[in-house]
C-alpha cells in the first residue's frame, strides 16, 4: 500500500506560480511512475504531467507544456509540479498519483494509488 498526500494548493492570480508537492508513505516511490492529474468541475479526470520510475522520462499534456515541470526525489519519496504561468483554465483539483505497471501511461486507469486532492484556483 502507498498513501499519498498532496500539498501546496491555493488561490492564485492569473500568471502567478504555485509548486504542488506529494508526498509518500507506505513503500518507496521508486517503484511507481507518478502522476499528476486535474480535475475540474463538470469535466473528466486528466493528467497534466507524468514522471517514469527513475525520472529519465516525462510527459505533459499540450496545455502545459512549457509552463508546468514535474520532478521526483526518490530519497524523500516525493514527487513535485511546479506551476508558472499559471491561467484560469488551470483551475482545478490536482491530484497525485502512483503507477506500479510497465510504462507511463496518460489514462488514469492504470493509476492504483491516489492523494485525496489539493484545490488549484486561478484568478483572471
Known amino acids: 500500500q502507498v498513501q499519498l498526500v498532496e500539498s501546496g494548493g491555493g488561490l492564485v492570480q492569473a500568471g502567478g506560480s504555485l509548486r504542488l508537492s506529494c508526498a509518500a508513505s507506505?513503500?518507496?516511490?521508486?517503484?511507481?511512475?507518478l502522476a499528476w492529474f486535474r480535475q475540474a468541475p463538470g469535466k473528466e479526470r486528466e493528467i497534466a504531467a507524468g514522471?517514469?520510475?527513475?525520472?529519465?522520462?516525462?510527459y505533459y499534456t499540450d496545455v502545459v507544456k512549457g509552463r508546468f515541470t514535474i520532478s521526483r526525489d526518490n530519497a524523500k519519496n516525493m514527487v513535485y509540479l511546479q506551476m508558472n504561468s499559471l491561467k484560469p483554465a488551470d483551475t482545478a483539483v490536482y491530484f497525485c498519483?502512483?503507477?506500479?505497471?510497465?510504462?507511463?501511461?496518460?489514462?488514469?486507469?492504470?493509476?492504483?494509488?491516489w492523494g485525496q486532492g489539493t484545490q488549484v484556483t486561478v484568478s483572471s
Open positions: 514522471i517514469s520510475w527513475n525520472g529519465g522520462r516525462t
Open positions: 507506505g513503500r518507496a516511490l521508486s517503484a511507481y511512475s
Open positions: 498519483a502512483a503507477n506500479g505497471g510497465v510504462g507511463l501511461n496518460t489514462s488514469p486507469v492504470p493509476y492504483e494509488y
